[in-house]
């Protein structure tokens, strides 16, 4: 398909009856463009249509799935005959063709879940939205203009699957009307909320959650990666790439190239996880490892751990050691570890084939001249250098005969193309270096090193959607064979940033305490903090693989997570962070009773490693919020003359307050507690109390951390770093813990009681324990709180 110019383009969108505003909003995308040109070329409609196809078209354009290019052709057809002819039918033939992407269409299937020949009247709408109107006509007559006219809407749709939405809709506001009448003011008002009746006793509870089914997962929910063809079907085009001089390259491998692939790998899926080298690996480079080594294991293949190091400048054997190690931690295990510098003399030979068969040439423009080029439009003057030349002059470049910066070897694409990554990318720069004076570009050596190791699924970001074209440029230019690519959302979440430019920013000005800061989203970061791998990956399975990329998932939802987790396998503990000394007076000096703790709320009676000994004494700590010098009635902390329960304990009432000079300060409270237990009260308070007469608790470091930026998308912001929560980290020295804590080891997580989650610091010495609070009991951020 030649390219167009932009009037032309615009005609032909008119002509197929997309009004003039979405026409030229069109224009502004060149993804829609390329999409829509080719849809109204492959339809054969050039000349224009009935403005109902026309709409129908550009719905395919946008919305048809990537992942079933080789049925784009049928389903044209299906529109131009008018057999699908609605929204709806439309959104069924895509849900149909992108489950069905690697099989032969079933045609009988396929018409009977799009409603082809299912012919819907007006008449036939009508009556059943007066049958729905007949069950609902009390609570219409109740709910008046405030019915749910969308429930109303499904309950049609239910009978009249087919229906034209429109004409369903049109049809119940008339008949809506016809039994109501003209709207009142009292229809107007805001309906008054209801109360909130009281919660059910415990016992019904239990039983309502017995009752209640959970709900059932779809298959994609419990398989993700079901989404993926199998190796063997990869002789089909999924993808079109679209030239300005030449015909459309539909993207396949020849039955030749495939035949050879499936005898290398038996037929295995083999992906890849390709990180660079600069930096720790963060959140969203889980995502990828769940994508990647996830569909290999589940299908029996294996997946490559290959470095991506073609810039030298940037890596670090300590990046190399922590990504080897974070991978392993979070649960993978590479088929292979490879670099792409193993590749380097494949690299290099492929690069001269490639100038030897014209698709590439010696460059001199320095890169302010090959911007302007580009943003031109405009041929480099060597683009058309003899290829010998070329040949002579790369050689040189691989000898250190030409200095940096003087030279570039760059692929002869496309630069009249509406997409900018065919503008000849650079395939080599010069880097003398001990073995190699040029290096390749991530452009050039990605696809071709994919293809050497014979990978099966390319899977990477919605970013690098774009680069698809080059991608498969290149591997057609050197006929070699072509996995399939598929890209997915990136990971984005909120109150924090992933791009490592700006991770790097934090760590090399000291903003945080190095690439495992605790409230940094590196995975390194998270493990210090106390989340674990299986929560992380709980995490990204839930929110599936998609291709959606407009969407910012809340930090909240990766806490739900990590609390589900510790909440099945961190033992409790008690930990007063501010303590505030509480003298029993009634209880004898120097006696210390040993009481029993559970380790996990249901600790059975008779297994006494679900328990600990926790000292009870004349002296306890309780935290200093939990007692005020006025007492009310939604308070149920300590209060004078009032009383609480000590967890695992004993009842204890105020009986008198100890203040400071200025009256305010509250220095020591005196107490009595209950022996027998009588009295029930309705406040629970955890505590610490002195092991010994007259020895301190033990004492311990405890880091509250929270959100490192207080806007929910810093990355967006000008001043990103000036939006950093100067109350992210909080360190309290000298909190009070029972003895048993003193045994804990690097990396051991606790649900400290009342407070949240923690995990013991690597900052942690024989003399004090360093805790990190990983989380809070529950997310403190839900109804507006911080």
């Known amino acids: 398909m030649v390219k167009e110019d932009n009037s032309n383009v615009l005609d032909m969108f008119l002509k197929i009856g997309l009004d003039e505003k979405t026409a030229k909003n069109t224009l502004a995308n060149n993804k829609v ?145 016809k039994l109501l009448g003209e709207r009142t003011a009292a229809d107007n008002e805001k309906p008054v909320k209801k109360k909130k009746e009281k919660p059910a006793k415990t016992e019904d509870k239990a039983k309502a959650v017995e009752e209640t089914p959970a709900p059932k997962q779809s298959e994609e929910e419990l398989n993700p990666y079901l989404i993926f063809p199998s190796p063997e079907e990869n002789y089909k085009v999924h993808t079109e790439v679209y030239f300005s001089d030449r015909p459309v390259l539909r993207v396949c491998n020849s039955k030749e190239l495939l035949e050879k692939h499936l005898k290398v790998t038996g037929g295995k899926v083999q992906t890849r996880f390709p990180p660079e080298p600069n930096g720790y690996l963060h959140i969203g480079h889980a995502k990828a490892m769940f994508v990647d080594f996830g569909l290999a294991k589940e299908r029996g293949g294996g997946c490559y751990l290959r470095f991506d190091d073609t810039n030298p400048e940037a890596e670090k054997k300590e990046y190399i050691d ?127 090193v994919d293809s050497l190791e014979n990978i099966t699924h390319s899977l990477c970001t919605l970013e690098f959607e774009t680069r698809r074209a080059s991608y498969y440029w290149l591997l057609d230019a050197l006929s070699l064979y072509q996995p399939f690519v598929w890209e997915y959302s990136r990971l984005n979440v909120s109150n924090t940033v992933m791009s ?46 998609t291709r959606s990329d407009c969407s910012m998932i809340q930090l909240s939802r990766l806490e739900y997570h990590i609390r589900e987790e ?16 509480v003298v029993i007076t009634n209880l004898e000096a120097g006696l210390v009773m040993d009481l029993d703790a559970k380790k996990w709320p249901e600790a059975p009676a008779d297994d006494a490693l679900s328990f600990y000994k926790v000292p009870f004494s004349r002296v306890v700590y309780i935290d200093r919020t939990d007692f005020r010098l006025k007492d009310s009635k939604d308070y149920y902390g300590l209060a004078p003359g009032k009383s609480v329960l000590l967890r695992y304990a004993y009842p204890i009432k105020c009986t008198d307050v100890i203040l400071a000079d200025d009256k305010e300060t509250v220095l020591e409270i005196r107490a009595e507690y209950d022996p027998s237990k009588t009295i029930k009260p309705k406040g629970v308070l955890h505590w610490v109390a002195e092991p010994s007469p007259g020895a301190d608790p033990l004492k311990v470091d405890v880091r509250l951390f929270d959100r490192l930026f207080r806007s929910e998308n810093p990355a967006e912001l000008d001043d990103w770093l000036g939006d950093l929560n100067p109350e992210s980290k909080v360190v309290i020295q000298n909190a009070y813990a029972v003895p048993s804590v003193r045994t804990a080891a690097l990396g051991d997580r606790f649900q400290f009681e009342r407070l949240g989650y923690f995990a013991v610091d690597k900052d942690s010495t024989s003399e004090k324990l360093v805790f990190n609070r990983t989380v809070t009991l529950r997310d403190s951020y839900a109804k507006g709180g911080k």
């Open 33 to 177: 463009t390329t999409n829509l040109t080719a849809v109204v070329h492959e339809a054969a409609v050039t000349d224009g249509c009935d403005r109902a196809v026309g709409n129908l078209l550009y719905t395919v354009a946008t919305k048809f799935p990537a992942n079933a290019l080789n049925h784009r052709p049928t389903l044209l057809q299906y529109i131009l005959s008018t057999k699908i002819k609605t929204p709806v039918q439309l959104e069924a033939a895509f849900a149909f063709l992108s489950a069905t992407v690697s099989e032969n269409l079933k045609v009988h299937d396929f018409e009977e879940a799009c409603g082809v020949g299912v012919e819907v009247s007006k008449d036939d709408i009508e009556r059943s939205v007066n049958e729905v109107f007949e069950e609902k006509k009390n609570n219409i007559l109740e709910q008046r203009y405030r019915t749910n006219v969308g429930e109303l809407f499904a309950h049609v749709r239910k009978k009249l699957p087919w229906a034209d939405p429109k004409v369903v809709k049109e049809v119940i506001d008339l008949e809506l009307y």
């Open 322 to 448: 922590h990504i080897k190690e974070i991978v392993g931690w979070m649960g993978w295990e590479p088929f292979k570890i490879t670099y792409t510098s193993d590749y380097f003399q494949d690299l290099y030979e492929l690069a001269v084939e490639l100038i030897r068969r014209g698709h590439a040439y010696v460059d001199h423009q320095t890169p302010d001249e090959v911007k302007e080029y580009r943003e031109k439009k405009m041929n480099s003057p060597w683009r058309d250098r003899p290829i010998e030349e070329s040949l002579r002059l790369f050689d040189e470049m691989k000898r250190g005969m030409i200095d940096e910066g003087k030279a570039t070897l760059r692929m002869k694409q496309d630069m009249q193309n509406d997409n900018v990554n065919m503008y000849d990318l650079i395939a080599y720069r010069i880097k003398a270096r001990d073995k190699w004076c040029i290096y390749p570009s991530y452009d050039y050596a990605h696809c071709i």
């Open 500 to 545: 490592k430019r700006k991770l790097n920013r934090l760590v090399t000005d000291k903003w945080v305490d190095g690439w495992d800061d605790p409230r940094l989203m590196t995975l390194a970061g998270l493990r210090r903090r106390g989340v674990t791998s299986t929560a992380i990956n709980a995490f990204v399975r839930g929110i599936g693989i």
């Open 566 to 581: 510790l909440n099945k396998t961190a033992a409790r503990t008690l930990v007063v962070l501010n303590p505030l000394k």
